[in-house]
């Protein structure tokens, strides 16, 4: 290599130098030449003094010396630079032959007011919880594989004893990633591929809970099963699917049943227009999934709360005798600066066992505004395939005396709907109006005003209430 030649050169520079040292120690010196002698075999003859220049030979010597050390630096320099050469291009790489683990967490305390209660419903208390509570464990390693593991701490609002009170087992799954044509693998415990507001992560949402349809009735949770993922066109475009056991207990992390049941989903993504110069600031997201779902215990329900995560569940169609059930829906984004869009709808077909056909739809649509000038951030391929990301302030909230910055504020709005009239279980419609505080890219508080309004046919008749929400949301 170029810097083992510079250090020998170096190494012989600096016996000269040695040398010349030792020469000028004095300013002349002599030497004998061996000529034949008839007493002896060889002689010592005195040979004429040479004599030197000792000024002319420090000259050499500084000249000599200083070339030494511009070489020393010259090793060093390349030394440098091959390090750098053989280090990967991209620092955030995986390691090669060893694990890189972060530990993190995230902690939700909210506190849920019911301001004004239909008298039809029952048991609308207030409460204060914390309604996420749970440590995390990821990492990257061996060049092209990822884990995650997250465990909660928090006691679920199904929770019946101490037992399983905590320790529910959220994300746990391994991933091999750029593997070829296939794209990435993975295998474990995680969110089902099916619904953008489903898989964008909870702490990347911008409403205390997701929408009517979406979790718990059209949307699968985290399920244990493998699933493919797929993009092309840098990205733009982008296939994942998967299949899963059905409903597998988070609490005892198993299922013991003859009939295991399964879900199998598809979810296909197209970004027609996304701004690079902006990373993303202007943006257009289409896509479309399914979501087929063989009931383990040939039951299928659909219900929801209030968009709370406790208290009375105010539409229900009770248990279905149905086997199974397939969900289509559509998914849609515009992001134009700081104002986003963000829409999906849903319709389920219901397979009665009586060989009937029962129907189920739902949809929503929200809006919102960063009074700051900052935009949501959208993954084109994140961890859950395409995804909104974590909002980050241009500034974060400060309150040094001298050093005042506000942090980010965005306003919102939300539309949700969920329709089982064909079920002959009502109709259920809410609107939700908020403010979201931002200190940090982690750290925000959370304000939603909810209202939700039920038709005569749903389980308490015809309702109209009034919830406010608070949340303080930490995580890292």
């Not at 593991?149 to 037992?163: G, I, K, N, R």
């Not at 198993?254 to 295991?260: A, G, I």
């Given at each position: 290599m170029i810097?083992?030649?510079?250090?020998?050169?170096?190494?012989?520079?600096?016996?000269?130098?040695?040398?010349?040292?030792?020469?000028?120690?004095?300013?002349?010196?002599?030497?004998?030449?061996?000529?034949?002698?008839?007493?002896?075999?060889?002689?010592?003859?005195?040979?004429?003094?040479?004599?030197?220049?000792?000024?002319?030979?420090?000259?050499?010597?500084?000249?000599?010396?200083?070339?030494?050390?511009?070489?020393?630096?010259?090793?060093?320099?390349?030394?440098?630079?091959?390090?750098?050469?053989?280090?990967?291009?991209?620092?955030?790489?995986?390691?090669?032959?060893?694990?890189?683990?972060?530990?993190?967490?995230?902690?939700?305390?909210?506190?849920?007011?019911?301001?004004?209660?239909?008298?039809?419903?029952?048991?609308?208390?207030?409460?204060?919880?914390?309604?996420?509570?749970?440590?995390?464990?990821?990492g990257v390693g061996y060049d092209q594989y990822d884990f995650r593991?997250?465990?909660?701490?928090?006691?679920?609002?199904?929770?019946?004893?101490?037992?399983t009170a905590t320790g529910l087992i959220k994300d746990a799954y391994f991933t091999m990633n750029e593997i070829p044509l296939l794209g990435r693998f993975r295998i474990g415990h995680f969110f089902v591929p099916f619904s953008l507001e489903q898989v964008t992560n909870d702490t990347n949402n911008i409403f205390l809970e997701r929408s009517i349809p979406t979790q718990t009735v059209f949307a699968a949770d985290r399920e244990l099963g493998m699933a493919l993922y797929q993009s092309a066109l840098d990205d733009r475009l982008a296939f994942a699917t998967g299949l899963f056991v059905d409903s597998i207990s988070e609490a005892t992390?198993?299922?013991?049943?003859?009939?295991?049941?399964?879900?199998?989903?598809?979810?296909?993504?197209y970004l027609p227009y996304y701004d690079d110069a902006s990373d993303g600031r202007f943006l257009v997201h289409t896509g479309l999934g399914v979501l087929h779902t063989d009931d383990s215990d040939d039951v299928v329900r659909f219900r929801s709360r209030p968009q709370i995560n406790e208290g009375p569940r105010i539409i229900d169609s009770g248990a279905l005798d149905a086997d199974r059930y397939t969900t289509g829906n559509l998914e849609g984004a515009i992001v134009m600066g700081r104002v986003t869009f963000q829409s999906e709808a849903f319709l389920s077909s219901i397979a009665m066992n009586d060989g009937t056909e029962g129907t189920a739809n739902g949809a929503y649509v929200h809006v919102s505004w960063f009074l700051t000038g900052e935009n949501r951030r959208f993954e084109k391929f994140g961890q859950h395939g395409p995804q909104f990301g974590r909002n980050k302030p241009r500034e974060n909230f400060s309150a040094k005396p001298g050093a005042w910055k506000p942090g980010a504020w965005e306003l919102k709005a939300r539309w949700s709907h969920l329709d089982l009239n064909n079920l002959q279980r009502g109709q259920y419609n809410d609107l939700s109006v908020g403010v979201n505080w931002y200190w940090s890219d982690r750290v925000r508080m959370m304000m939603d005003w909810i209202h939700p309004i039920t038709s005569d046919d749903a389980i308490f008749g015809a309702t109209e209430s009034d919830i406010v929400g608070l949340r303080w949301d930490v995580n890292w």
């Open positions: 810097y083992t030649t510079t250090w020998r050169s170096v190494a012989l520079l600096r016996q000269v130098v040695v040398l010349l040292a030792f020469f000028c120690c004095s300013s002349t010196y002599s030497w004998s030449q061996a000529v034949p002698s008839s007493e002896s075999t060889y002689a010592i003859a005195p040979s004429p003094e040479v004599e030197f220049d000792s000024e002319s030979v420090r000259g050499l010597l500084e000249q000599l010396t200083d070339r030494v050390k511009e070489l020393e630096e010259q090793q060093t320099a390349n030394k440098s630079t091959a390090a750098k050469e053989e280090k990967p291009a991209d620092s955030k790489a995986p390691p090669k032959d060893k694990w890189k683990v972060n530990l993190g967490g995230h902690m939700q305390l909210d506190s849920i007011f019911w301001a004004d209660a239909d008298p039809a419903i029952p048991e609308t208390h207030n409460y204060t919880n914390f309604r996420r509570l749970r440590l995390v464990a990821d593991l997250q465990m909660t701490l928090e006691p679920t609002s199904d929770t019946v004893s101490a037992l992390k198993k299922k013991l049943d003859d009939n295991q049941g399964y879900r199998l989903s598809g979810r296909l993504t």
